[in-house]
């Protein structure tokens, strides 16, 4: 594994005393198309060494880093699944932020459970806000229901927790019943184009407590190449910045993902700008923790 996140700027925090608990989750068993999601957690790693202290003014690892060792990825999805929920929880339990580097967007569920465990015991329910350029609401996909292109279709089945989806441009009409069938709010990046985001995008009786899971693959594929299905019609850079500062005003983030960078050898920018979405993340997420319940 490469150095900790941002070890170039902070020294590694203790576990007991970091703000951000760093997950390396190196899953890839379902792709379908491109390959390497293997890769991704080790690849920002590297390129964050390259980031500067300072995001957008913002310096979270003031708040302090700790990134573990990479998840155990071997045996059944349901196993690795059990293993991450247990990871995250450890972060949980010392007052940490989980930041989940991806692998493939399956290991998402495994923290979305942690965090549903622990909002049932002190009664803060969460939402989730879900960038991608699909909606991963199948049932199963390839006959596995445990696919990178079902983690949110297990997360309303399981949990039935609150989705908003935002820059999705490849769905399929199933899961366009889906979306109807539970209400999901979504900003297509076609609506996002004509239209634009309404000044207040999540719902107003969305919770307070949000989970930001984010597929690299919103990113236009001009931007982001780097992924196993990248997808012309996504999100620049900017534009990403302004959703995501929309998403988290008056809310608390308390756990993230960025999932599905599929490493290009020598095509350095994909990185960079994964890690660099890791690192503004982080940001918002740690000024959003003054936000009053």
Request: proline share 7%; with cysteine; hydrophobic share 40%.
């Amino acid at each position: 594994m490469s150095q900790g996140f941002l070890a170039s700027e902070y020294a590694p925090a203790q576990p007991d005393s970091a703000g951000f608990y760093v997950i390396p989750c190196p899953f890839e068993r379902s792709v379908s198309y491109g390959h390497g999601t293997r890769n991704g957690p080790d690849a920002i790693l590297l390129a964050s060494q390259e980031l500067e202290a300072l995001e957008s003014g913002m310096a979270p690892g003031k708040a302090g880093i700790y990134t573990m060792p990479p998840v155990n990825t071997e045996g059944s999805a349901e196993a690795v699944l059990v293993r991450i929920e247990a990871t995250v929880e450890k972060a949980l339990e010392n007052g940490a932020i989980p930041v989940l580097l991806g692998g493939e967007h399956t290991v998402a569920l495994g923290a979305i459970r942690a965090l549903a465990v622990a909002a049932q015991k002190n009664g803060e329910p969460f939402g989730i806000v879900q960038f991608d350029a699909h909606a991963d609401l199948r049932d199963s996909y390839k006959g596995d229901k445990y696919s990178h292109a079902s983690v949110m279709r297990r997360v309303i089945d399981e949990m039935g927790i609150p989705l908003v989806q935002i820059a999705v441009r490849d769905i399929s009409p199933e899961e366009v019943e889906v979306r109807e069938l539970h209400n999901v709010t979504h900003y297509d990046a076609y609506f996002l184009a004509r239209v634009g985001l309404p000044a207040a995008p999540l719902p107003e009786n969305f919770p307070r407590n949000i989970y930001i899971s984010f597929d690299v693959d919103a990113f236009d594929s001009s931007l982001m190449p780097a992924t196993g299905t990248p997808s012309p019609g996504g999100l620049n850079w900017r534009e990403t910045q302004f959703i995501l500062e929309a998403c988290v005003k008056n809310r608390r983030v308390i756990g993230l993902d960025v999932v599905e960078l599929a490493p290009i050898e020598n095509l350095h920018h994909a990185s960079f700008t994964a890690a660099k979405l890791v690192h503004l993340l982080m940001g918002l997420a740690h000024e959003s923790q003054s936000v009053k319940q």
